[in-house]
């Protein structure tokens, strides 16, 4: 496995992956703060099939669906992955959302979706009092799955989606 800190602008994002990629045993690909994602995005699918990695996760930047400029970059890091990836590697693009977005999240997701096609959900923050129903909205309407969710700030925390469990915690069951 291999992580890549396609996150060159935000301060301390390399630095807090290298922290994530250290506690779950893994090498993280980066460059400098500043350089193209796609180019790190590039450099990570190279790494991965010369190592024979089975699964690599490319970290990006957080983006506005409001801003073309970096929804444009996005764009550019998912076309660079799956060309490079092609024929090699299956290249799946999730849209992570935060369990307290409302009724915006889906306009987001729509957006992402209608320019990366993307094949999931990974929804956070479900460990304080937000119950996340808006993910159910976005698998809904864009017929896409919830792969995962967040229930904690531990590699643990990240768990695989369970519909019934989740429906219940939704109603307060």
Same mark, same amino acid.
């Given at each position: 496995?291999?992580?890549?800190?396609?996150?060159?602008?935000?301060?301390?994002?390399?630095?807090?992956?290298?922290? *994530? &990629?250290?506690?779950?045993?893994?090498?993280?690909?980066?460059?400098?703060?500043?350089?193209?994602? &796609?180019?790190?995005?590039?450099?990570?699918?190279?790494?991965?099939?010369?190592?024979?990695?089975?699964?690599? /996760?490319?970290?990006?930047?957080?983006?506005?669906?409001?801003?073309?400029?970096?929804?444009?970059?996005?764009?550019? =890091?998912?076309?660079?992955?799956?060309?490079?990836?092609?024929? *090699?590697?299956?290249?799946?693009?999730? /849209?992570?959302?935060? &369990?307290?977005?409302?009724?915006?999240?889906?306009?987001?997701?729509?957006?992402?979706?209608?320019?990366?096609?993307?094949?999931?959900? @990974? /929804?956070?923050?479900?460990?304080?009092?937000?119950?996340?129903?808006?993910?159910?909205?976005?698998?809904?309407?864009?017929?896409?799955?919830? @792969?995962?969710?967040? =229930?904690?700030?531990? /590699?643990?925390?990240?768990?695989?989606?369970?519909?019934?469990?989740?429906?219940?915690?939704?109603?307060?069951?």
């Amino acid at each position: 496995m291999l992580i890549g800190s396609a996150d060159t602008f935000r301060a301390a994002a390399i630095e807090q992956l290298d922290i *994530w &990629a250290e506690r779950a045993g893994v090498d993280v690909i980066k460059r400098d703060r500043g350089a193209d994602p &796609a180019s790190v995005s590039y450099e990570v699918v190279e790494k991965a099939q010369a190592q024979g990695a089975d699964l690599v /996760l490319i970290d990006t930047a957080g983006r506005l669906h409001t801003s073309d400029d970096l929804m444009r970059e996005l764009q550019k =890091v998912v076309n660079v992955t799956r060309k490079r990836a092609d024929g *090699w590697m299956t290249v799946k693009t999730v /849209l992570v959302i935060d &369990a307290t977005t409302g009724q915006n999240g889906l306009t987001q997701a729509y957006e992402f979706h209608a320019k990366l096609d993307l094949d999931g959900v @990974v /929804l956070t923050k479900l460990d304080g009092t937000a119950k996340g129903g808006i993910a159910v909205a976005i698998s809904r309407e864009l017929k896409i799955p919830i @792969v995962r969710i967040g =229930v904690g700030e531990t /590699l643990e925390d990240l768990k695989p989606f369970d519909a019934l469990e989740f429906a219940n915690a939704l109603i307060g069951r």
